[in-house]
């Protein structure tokens, strides 16, 4: 049993908001934490450096029948489980990646990516 005050209280996102369709190339920015982009027909994502906080991640799905391309420029970033600094990384035909940050210039790339 918990007991909570008689006031509002915010627990955050109870699912994760859409940023919505991107078709183009598409640079992630900061408003687009806590949330997901869909990819579609075509472009990149680009992951900018000295932007994000540590903590902030970003979910990428590529909604297509191809690999999408993220172009790094965060200083260091890893894809989860190699320790090789990559400027780029692709996301699988209907993949979902996730990108972390643990400071400003530094992410980590999870999920269905090579």
């Known amino acids: 049993v918990i007991t909570l005050p008689n006031t509002t209280v915010s627990m955050g ?6 940023v919505g369709t991107k078709n183009t190339s598409y640079t992630i920015a900061t408003t687009d934490v806590g ?3 869909e990819l579609g027909s075509a472009g990149t994502i680009v992951v900018p450096n000295n932007t994000f906080q540590a903590g902030d991640a970003v979910t990428l799905f ?6 999408i391309q993220i172009t790094c420029s965060a200083t260091t970033t890893y894809v989860s489980g190699t320790n090789t600094v990559r400027t780029s990384a692709n996301i ?9 940050f643990t400071s400003q210039n ?3 790339i999870t999920g269905a990516v090579t």
């Open 92 to 100: 699988s035909t209907r993949g979902i990646a996730s990108v972390v």
């Open 62 to 67: 590529n909604n297509t029948g191809n690999s």
């Open 106 to 108: 530094f992410c980590i």
């Open 35 to 37: 949330k997901y982009i």
């Open 13 to 18: 996102y109870l699912n994760i908001p859409a």
